[in-house]
Every structure is written in C-alpha cells, then in structure tokens.
C-alpha cells in the first residue's frame, strides 16, 4: 500500500470514528453471567429457604427499580438521544435488566409458593423481560418508534414485577 493510501486510511477513521467504534456494534442477544447460588436452607440442605427466596425477589425487584431509575435520571425523556453513550448506556441497562429479571424468573420457578402467586410473578416477569428484549432491539436496530413504544410501556412492566414480587402468598411469611 502506498504511503498516501495508508494516510487516507488513518484520516478516515479519524473523521470517522462512530463507523468502527464499540459502540455502533451492539450484539442481537444478550448474555448474562453465572446465577447466584440455590437458596437452599443452612438448617435444612435440599429444602429452599423461605427467607431467602423472600429476600431475593424483593431485593432483586428492587434492583430492577433502582437500574431504571439510573437510566431515567440520565435520560429523563421518550427521545431517542443522539449523543455516542446514549445506545451503549441503554443496552448495559437493558441487559443488566434482563439478566436479573432472568435470574429472578429461574427463582420463582422454585416449588415455594401457592401455584396462583408463581404463576402471577412468572406472567410479570417473562412480560418484562420479552418488553425489555424489544427496547434493546429498538435501540440496536436503531428504530425510534419502537423505542418509543418501550418507553411508553416499561414502568408499567417494572410496576407490574415489583408489585407482585412484594405480595406475599397467604400460606407463608418471609
């Protein structure tokens, strides 16, 4: 290659930094680390602990609130930001999203509740996580409608997951 060649090359990538740049590729799926241990009681080995399975869910729905609070306070609008950190920053909150939400879905499928309470909790939360899919999808696919169509709905999803992560089944207590 020639010198000038190699010069054009490097002054495009100057001027045109967001072409390569780690944040225009975002991957279509999300992957998620390794899940907490079981919460399986210390008195009893093999027996979920009540307590502990209380605790995850509230304090992971709580979670879910607090991730979509930090998302809210740094984009507080339905606008479909240009700046650079705007789709990176959504899809880190959205994956973090969907991977608690997941881990969340995997606890209450635990025999530990009455059938209505699970069933109820594992209808919000895979709701929440199929919306949460699509606004990463908007975001990486770039479609503002679409995003807007997440936007309108999420706190409605989060509202749903958190109320019924809090209701306590009549049979049992924390």
């Known amino acids: ?102 881990e969340l879905l995997a606890i209450a499928r635990l025999p530990a509740q009455d059938d209505a309470f699970t069933a109820n909790l594992i209808g919000a939360l895979e709701a929440f996580i199929a919306h949460s899919e699509a606004g990463r999808e908007a975001i990486r696919t770039r479609n503002v409608s679409a995003y807007r169509d997440w936007y309108a709905g999420v706190d409605g999803q989060l509202a749903a997951v958190v109320a019924t992560a809090r209701r306590q089944s009549p049979s049992t207590s924390p």
């Open 1 to 102: 290659m020639s010198r000038s060649g190699a010069l054009a090359i490097i002054v495009a990538a100057i001027i045109f930094p967001a072409c390569g740049s780690p944040g225009s590729v975002i991957p279509a799926e999300v992957v998620c680390g390794t899940r907490e241990p079981a919460l399986t009681s210390f008195s009893a080995p093999g027996v979920i602990s009540m307590r502990a399975y209380w605790s995850r869910l509230q304090d992971g729905s709580s979670r879910l609130y607090q991730l979509r609070e930090s998302l809210r306070r740094t984009y507080p609008e339905d606008t479909f930001y240009r700046r650079d950190a705007f789709r990176p920053d959504f899809v880190a909150y959205a994956d973090a999203s969907i991977c608690l939400a997941r």
